[in-house]
């Protein structure tokens, strides 16, 4: 599924975020578990969730690291806010610093 479909599915009450995340970490060859046990661990599956130090969203993406994945997977347009745009930025940034999954590696 396109992230498009995934963001209108959503919107419409069809999938839920938990679903969004499954389905776009299995599309991206990352483990549907270790996915949901970050997304509990760093916003409680709260999708407008802001820390102290300035991460947002259901993944805590700085807006600074979202600017340089968003470049990168060439995303005009983004909000933090957005659960596929969340998952889109944080699973791309999880491919390009695999040794972040060592950090999680308790989860599973």
Known sequence: MTNALLALLLSL???STR???RDMSVAAGVDPQLAACIVTWESSW???EVSTS???GLWQIKPETAKWAAGKLGMGTY???NPVDNTALALYILQEYPTWFLVYEWCI
């Open 46 to 48: 709260v999708v407008d």
């Open 54 to 56: 300035g991460a947002v």
């Open 79 to 81: 909000d933090l806010v």
């Open 19 to 21: 679903d969004v995340v």
């Open 13 to 15: 009450g069809i999938l």
